[in-house]
């Protein structure tokens, strides 16, 4: 059994930052990459940001310059930091880790953490 518990949302103003945080437990052989998307209600899941096991990073565009993802590989941990937020920030963040459950790589599955709320507001 997998999971990711994400941490770290909450309420900001506009130009202020969050730190996000998710950690994986439970029986992980290896975590290949890892990742943020963000949704807001009535729209689709949206990708924000994913960091490879190596640690090449891919950034959406309206987050480039702004948030940085990176990745604890011991802890099994990524982060996502948040700076210069706006309102259309917006958004409840999910977490995303494509982790390897046993020895055979058809044991490589893709696990969602619950969420967390973001609201950027004044």
Do not use: H
């Not at 937020?85 to 044991?107: F, H």
């Amino acid at each position: 059994q997998v999971q990711l518990v994400e941490s770290g949302g909450g309420l900001v103003q506009p130009g202020g930052s969050l730190r996000l945080s998710c950690a994986a437990s439970g029986t992980i052989f290896s975590i290949n990459n890892m990742g943020w998307y963000r949704q807001v209600p009535g729209t689709e899941r949206e990708l924000v940001a994913t960091i490879s096991s190596d640690g090449r990073t891919n950034y959406a565009d309206f987050v480039k310059g702004r948030f940085t993802i990176s990745r604890d590989i011991a802890k099994n941990t990524v982060y996502l930091q948040m700076d210069s937020l706006k309102p259309e920030d917006t958004a409840v963040y999910y977490c995303n880790a494509n982790i390897l459950v046993g020895t055979s790589w058809s044991q490589l599955y893709d696990y969602w953490g619950q969420g967390t709320q973001v609201t950027v507001s004044s």
